[in-house]
């Protein structure tokens, strides 16, 4: 693709924007990027991003119960102070003791979802994504269950039956 000021250098610098629902894109060369003093940075730390998302997040006094940076894991004794500066969770307990600041931050970094999808390579033999698959359909059956969605629950069922014969 061209960079589409010069029209000359191959475009490196890919931008999206989206202001009131309309995305517009501008794919640009690195010197027209200069330039144009369009700010890159190919590598953010991760402390630096997380200490971005966490910024936005409310202050503690819109937040109700106890004083989030107070709470410590007991599992591990990791306070969100030392999350919020080394960037890391001390132990999987972290996720739920933590899970009123990591809740929104994890929703923001993944574009609304909250929930780990995972990811089946594309060299899987056919019978592990036949599996994976089932395991994705009863673990969606169960949350239709467990919300009273007996429709959704029916089509789940169906497709669970399809896919195993």
Not at 32 to 49: W, Y
Request: glycine share 6%; hydrophobic share 30%.
């Amino acid at each position: 693709m061209q960079c589409q000021i010069c029209s000359k250098n191959d475009a490196t610098i890919h931008l999206t924007e989206i202001a009131d629902g309309v995305r517009t894109e501008i794919h640009v060369c690195e010197h027209c990027a200069v330039e144009q003093d369009i700010a890159v940075r190919s590598h953010i730390p991760i402390n630096e991003l997380l200490s971005n998302l966490l910024a936005s997040q409310p202050t503690e006094d819109e937040l109700a119960g106890p004083s989030e940076t107070e709470l410590v894991c007991p599992n591990c004794g990791y306070t969100l102070a030392q999350f919020q500066k080394e960037g890391t969770l001390g132990c999987p307990g972290d996720y739920e003791v933590f899970e009123k600041m990591l809740g929104p931050l994890i929703e923001k970094a993944h574009d609304g979802n909250t929930t780990h999808r995972g990811k089946v390579p594309s060299s899987t033999p056919v019978d592990t994504k036949e599996q994976m698959e089932l395991l994705n359909l009863r673990q969606q059956l169960d949350v239709a269950v467990r919300n009273e969605d007996y429709e959704l629950a029916a089509k789940l069922r169906d497709q669970i039956n399809e896919t195993e014969k």
